[in-house]
């Protein structure tokens, strides 16, 4: 199956990878094929993850498959990195200038306790107010919703309130030339629905691209994502629908099944095999996911035996 999911470049594939079943084995090892069975330039990959600690555990196992000038340009990192570099090389089209700042979460909410504490009436409670809000800007970027369309879907006074806030904090981020985390998302992405000349552009340099820990994108990445690779669709989705706990946060695993959507040519490839765990363990966690809304069936198997029994210990407290 691993084999089969490296191999695979004709078209879009989806890889429903259960826990411990080598999903970035395939990654690093499908840009490795890439670059010397397929004799694609690494400049040309691109391969997106969430975290930086990912990011760098997949660059260090695809240095040791691929060395030297035959790595030069491969891009591995954290969507926010990528939306970086976008916005870096399209700095006018972005409306920045070339020395623009990132605002951190901490600088974030003191320009919204700011815009808060000067637009709105003191019998709010500001903290609950602030946290609210920030959670609410967020949403909006994420699922690309720019500070006019979020006055006008506002359905109650929060919202409304919240909404006008945004335009605020919105004005006051390009008086500074800044933009903050989820603008490197959503900057980008909407440049590339917007921009014909721009979407080609990056189609262009893009000629492959590979996606982990699919089920934690949101609007903007899948849409980011989707705009990249354009009608060619040359991309390796890596997910598990099983696995996704960031929808806090936007994370919308419900995306896997967009793809089946978006791509009705998508192949699935589903790794099984579970290379980390006893049988037992695997019987007990099947039987736990079973219950899970999901639109993938997989079952994990695994050739390490059957294993102790579980056992079911009971605690007074959370202590002990």
Known sequence: RQQEAVKYIDGPLLVLAGAGSGKTSVITKKIAYLIQECGMKAHKIYAVTFTNKAAKEM?????????????KGLTVSTFHTLGLTMIRHELEACGLKANFSILDADDCQRLL??????????????????????????DWKNDLILPVQAVSLAQSN???????????????????????FDDLIALPTRLLQENQTLREKWQNKVQYMLVDEYQDT??????????????????TAVGDDDQSIYAWRGA??????????DYPHLKVIKLEQNYRSMAR????A????????????????????LGEMIKVVTCPTDRD
């Open 286 to 305: 099947n039987a736990v996911i079973a219950n899970n809304p999901h639109v993938f069936e997989k079952k994990l198997w695994s050739q390490h035996g």
């Open 113 to 138: 306790a700011e815009l808060l504490h000067r637009d709105n009436s003191p019998q709010l409670d500001a903290k609950q107010a602030l946290k609210y809000i920030s959670k609410k800007i967020s």
């Open 281 to 284: 363990i695997l019987n007990a």
């Open 59 to 71: 660059k260090e196992r695809v240095g040791k498959l691929v060395q030297g000038v035959d790595a």
């Open 218 to 235: 949101n609007t903007a990445q899948y849409l980011m994502v989707k705009l990249l690779v354009g009608g060619r669709g040359r991309f």
């Open 252 to 261: 919308r695993p419900e995306n896997m099944i967009q793809l089946t959507k």
């Open 158 to 180: 929060e919202d409304l309130i919240a909404a006008q806030v945004y335009e605020g904090y919105q004005r006051h981020l390009r008086a500074y030339n800044a933009v903050d």
